[in-house]
């Protein structure tokens, strides 16, 4: 996490570590909300049954 978000390996230590809520820098969220959106995770809202998380389904190969 800490190399694919270009975030301290501390940091990344540090907020893994905390109980409730995530304290920080929004920047550190933003690089970390980014690095695994591109590793295949999409986050879900609020839908009636509670904010999460999924593995992206993946797309058909494009052809030519």
Known sequence: MASASSVSIPTVKRL???????????ETAVKIVTAL???GVEFIDEN???A???LRS?????EG
Do not use: F, H, N
């Open 16 to 26: 893994e570590a905390d109980d409730g809520a995530i304290g920080g820098r929004a």
């Open 37 to 39: 959106e591109e590793a």
């Open 48 to 50: 009636g049954g509670g």
């Open 52 to 54: 999460g998380v999924r």
């Open 58 to 62: 993946k797309l058909p190969a494009p």
